[in-house]
Nanobody, 115 residues
């Protein structure tokens, strides 16, 4: 399984970006698909996740500003990010958990929010 993330870029504070992630190589739906963020010099933390047949979860910092959603194609997700803040800057990684709790990571896409 390979994950391809895209959509990052440079945006001013208050702006919006939409990230996309597509998982290829699997014929079955992933159990969980999620977005993680790694700010410069910091650890990678969960931003939002979709659990198949279960809840959608957000980090406190993303609640009310970010929306994770599924695409029409299997194992495709998006992250709509609105009202971006400089502290949202970082590399955004797509993560998927499949059968047998096998975990897959995408290559990351850089989001830079200028003040």
């Amino acid at each position: 399984v390979q994950l391809q993330a895209s959509g990052g870029g440079l945006v001013q504070a208050g702006g919006s970006l939409r990230l996309s992630c597509a998982a290829s190589g699997s014929t079955v739906p992933m159990k969980i698909m999620a977005w993680y963020r790694q700010p410069p010099g910091k650890q990678r933390d969960m931003v939002a996740e979709l659990v198949t047949g279960g809840p959608t979860n957000y980090a406190d910092s993303a609640e009310g500003r970010f929306t994770i959603s599924r695409g029409s194609a299997q194992n495709t997700i998006y992250l709509q990010m609105n009202n971006l803040k400089p502290e949202d800057t970082g590399i955004y990684y797509c993560k998927a958990i499949g059968i047998g709790i096998r975990t897959y990571w995408g290559q990351g896409t850089l989001v830079t929010v200028s003040s």
